[in-house]
């Protein structure tokens, strides 16, 4: 009986048919994780992008809003522009959508322009500038333009990992007021 135990086990461990076999059981998990991380990484780089993106659109489009849509009579410190104010619907909208008016497809489907959602904020400040286009009033102002909206994580969309991932952008540009 202990014989062919042994011998049994001998053959067994000669044997490497299933080797191959098994490497493939072992290293599959780890091999299909960081495929998913790698995807994933891919993922948060192109949405970062696309806040940045957005959020750069916006400040250009800022600074090309009328002069007077910033109330810059004297210096003064930084300010959230208010949301009831015209110009800040126009001012997201092309921050999250690309366009001044909302629409449906947002640069990333979780990013929101509403006021309420806190995704955008537009803040300016008057700076004093006596040159050029500024000679006559004496400041200008200075628009920041920042995003923040939170990370649409893949693995989350497919049941996996929760993400509490906020994206940050900002960008700052002078009005010229063309």
């Known amino acids: ?11 067994l461990a000669a044997d490497n048919r299933g080797a191959a076999a098994m490497e493939t059981v ?8 960081v495929l998913c991380m ?30 007077s849509t910033w109330n810059c009579s004297a210096v003064a410190a930084e300010q959230n522009l208010s949301t009831a ?19 449906s497809n947002a640069r990333l489907w979780s990013w929101s322009a509403a006021s309420g959602a806190g995704e955008v904020e537009i803040k300016y ?5 006596t040159t050029g286009i500024y000679s006559e009033t004496g400041v200008a102002p200075l628009i920041t333009v920042i995003g923040k909206p939170n990370y649409p994580s893949l693995l989350k969309s497919m049941g996996g990992f ?17």
């Open 1 to 11: 009986m202990m014989r062919r135990l042994t011998r049994l086990l001998r053959s």
């Open 26 to 33: 072992l290293i599959a998990p780890i091999a299909i994780f």
């Open 38 to 67: 790698a995807i994933e990484s891919g993922h948060f780089l192109y949405s970062e992008h696309q806040v940045l993106k957005g959020v750069r659109d916006a400040a250009r489009y800022a600074s090309r809003l009328p002069l």
């Open 85 to 103: 104010n015209a110009a800040w619907s126009g001012i997201a909208n092309v921050a999250v959508y690309g366009s001044v008016t909302a629409g």
């Open 125 to 129: 400040q008057c700076v004093a500038q």
């Open 162 to 178: 929760d993400s509490d991932l906020t994206l940050f952008a900002r960008q700052q540009a002078v009005g010229i007021g063309v």
